[in-house]
C-alpha cells in the first residue's frame, strides 16, 4: 500500500502569491502544491494536500488523518502561535509530525517566535519559501523510512 502524507495548510495560505509577496514570495498554493506533489512521486508518497481558514476543520483532518495517514506536514499559518486544538489533535494523532513554514518566523515579529505546534513536531523547516514544500516532504518521506524511487 501506499503510504499517505497529509499536508494541512491553515489560514490566508490560499492567498499565497497575492499576500505580502516580499515575504512569501510569488509562487501560488497550486505552485507549491505541485512542488510538494513531484516530491510525493519520487518517494512513492501519495499527498493528501488541503488548505483551510476554519481551525476547527483543521482539527478534523488531523482526526482524519489519524485514520488514514503514515505522517503530517503542516503549515499551520498564524494558528502556529495561538492554537493548543490543534497541538492537541497532532499529539493525539500518534503520526510523525513536519511542521512548515515559507517565511524564517525567527527573523520576524517575537510573537511569531513560539509555536505550540512545535511541541508535537519531528522537525521544523522555515524560510526557504516554496522549496520548504518539497523539503517538508522529503523529510516526511525519511521519518516513515519510505524508499526513494
Ligand atoms: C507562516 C508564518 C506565520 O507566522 C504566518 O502567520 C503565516 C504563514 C509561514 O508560512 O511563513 O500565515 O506560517
Redesign the pocket.
Given at each position: 500500500m501506499v503510504p499517505i502524507v497529509f499536508l494541512l495548510n491553515?489560514?490566508?495560505?490560499n492567498l499565497l502569491g497575492k499576500r505580502e509577496p516580499q515575504?512569501?514570495g510569488h509562487e501560488t498554493l497550486e505552485d507549491v502544491r505541485a512542488l510538494a506533489e513531484e516530491r510525493a512521486a519520487a518517494h512513492r508518497l501519495t499527498l493528501d494536500f488541503r488548505q483551510s481558514n476554519h481551525e476547527g476543520v483543521l482539527v478534523d483532518w488531523i482526526h482524519e488523518a489519524r485514520e488514514k495517514a503514515a505522517a503530517i506536514i503542516i503549515?499551520?499559518?498564524?494558528y502556529?502561535?495561538t492554537s493548543i486544538a490543534i497541538l492537541d489533535a497532532l499529539l493525539a494523532s500518534e503520526l510523525p509530525v513536519v511542521e512548515?513554514?515559507?517565511?524564517n518566523?525567527f527573523r520576524?515579529e517575537p510573537f511569531?517566535h513560539h509555536s505550540y505546534v512545535s511541541l508535537a513536531a519531528r522537525g521544523l523547516i522555515?524560510g526557504f519559501g516554496a522549496r520548504g514544500y518539497a523539503l517538508a516532504v522529503d523529510a516526511a518521506s525519511g521519518l516513515i523510512g519510505q524508499p526513494k524511487a
Open positions: 491553515g489560514p490566508n495560505l515575504v512569501y503549515n499551520p499559518g498564524a502556529t502561535h512548515l513554514h515559507l517565511s518566523v520576524r511569531r522555515c
